[in-house]
Nanobody, 116 residues
Framework: QVQFVESGGGLVQPGGSLRLSCTAS????????MKWYRQAPGKERELVAS????????NYADSVKGRFTISRDNDKNTVYLQMNSLKPEDTAVYYC?????????WGQGTQVTVSS
């Protein structure tokens, strides 16, 4: 079955950096679009970034453009989210995601807290 193992979250001061990782199994990772979402308390889950199967097409939410970078390593079945210049409003649980046909698959989430 589809599984994700996410890591890399934590507590960081404003202006700091974190790198999230999501290692996948149970589906053909190298041919799949991968996405990072986040959900802050009391808010809806929002799309942060997406990357095509070979990494040629990348999209970001306006709120993270120029600060976050999504990448992938198909040999390791892993997608990354490098987050720089973090702000308190980036505080959320971050989830990796893929969609197969009409079904969305989610990781367990990793907490990112930006606070001084």
């Amino acid at each position: 079955q589809v599984q994700f193992v996410e890591s890399g979250g934590g507590l960081v001061q404003p202006g700091g950096s974190l790198r999230l990782s999501c290692t996948a199994s149970g589906f053909p990772f190298s041919t799949s679009i991968m996405k990072w979402y986040r959900q802050a308390p009391g808010k809806e889950r929002e799309l942060v970034a997406s990357i095509s199967s070979l990494g040629r097409t990348i999209n970001y939410a306006d709120s993270v453009k120029g600060r976050f970078t999504i990448s992938r390593d198909n040999d390791k079945n892993t997608v990354y989210l490098q987050m720089n210049s973090l702000k308190p409003e980036d505080t959320a649980v971050y989830y990796c995601n893929t969609r197969k046909f009409t079904v969305d698959y989610w990781g367990q989430g990793t907490q990112v807290t930006v606070s001084s």
